[in-house]
């Protein structure tokens, strides 16, 4: 998917488009930490969240390598 648009970050609203998820269901995950802050999510200089794509991918194919990472 990254590949094709070529983007990595994506605020909430075009992520819900791109993969069916509700923006409750996206901030659930950030708010109880199963998404990790500048992992699979951050803040813009505007406030707003985004999303990462790429991590979003890894995560839903059971990618846990980011666990090493946030260690």
Request: aromatic share 12%; with cysteine; glycine share 6%.
């Amino acid at each position: 998917m990254t590949q094709i648009i070529g983007i990595r970050w994506v605020l909430i609203p075009k992520f819900c488009e791109l993969t069916g998820y509700t923006k409750d269901a996206i901030n659930s995950k950030i708010d109880k930490g199963f998404w990790i802050e500048e992992i699979h999510w951050r803040k813009s200089p505007d406030n707003r969240r985004q999303i990462n794509i790429e991590e979003y991918i890894k995560w839903v194919e059971g990618d846990m390598t980011w666990l090493e990472e946030a260690a």
